[in-house]
Structures are given as C-alpha cells and as structure tokens.
C-alpha cells in the first residue's frame, strides 16, 4: 500500500500500514509520537506524519526511549 503524503487516514488504516496493535497505534498518539487531528471522537493521521514516523530518526528516537525505559524498569526490579 503506497502512503500518499497529502492523503487523510484513520487510526485503522495506519495501524494497519505500520503493522501494530490498536493499543501501540493510541499509545504512539498519547506520548505524541504520532501527530494527529481530533474530528469529533476519532482522529485522522496527514500521510506525511505516518512517513515521518517510519523515517529512520524518529526509529532511532524510539529506540533510545525504550532503552532507557527498559533500563529504568530493570534497575527498579533489582531493587
């Protein structure tokens, strides 16, 4: 599925492209790793956002938070 970067999505059609649960998809929204807009109750997703999101700097972002997460995590079950 090509993502068009001037094309509106819903949260479905995005979750569906990346290849994640429901929950990761409204857990990217939360934390504002995905930018949205709110129309009434749902949101929709601009396809440059979805783009930007699978460019290779913000992947590298994600990654040294869920580092430091899973650092921060284990030094507190040691504990």
């Not at 492209?17 to 990761?24: A, E, G, P, R, Y």
Request: glycine share 6%; no cysteine.
């Amino acid at each position: 599925m090509e993502i068009k970067k001037n094309s509106i999505y819903t949260v479905d059609e995005t979750k569906d492209m990346l290849k994640i649960s429901k929950s990761t998809m409204m857990r990217l929204i939360k934390k504002g790793m995905i930018r949205t807009a709110k129309v009434g109750k749902q949101y929709r997703i601009l396809g440059k956002e979805i783009l930007r999101v699978v460019s290779p700097k913000l992947e590298d972002k994600v990654g040294k938070a869920y580092s430091k997460a899973r650092v921060w995590v284990h030094e507190g079950v040691d504990q």
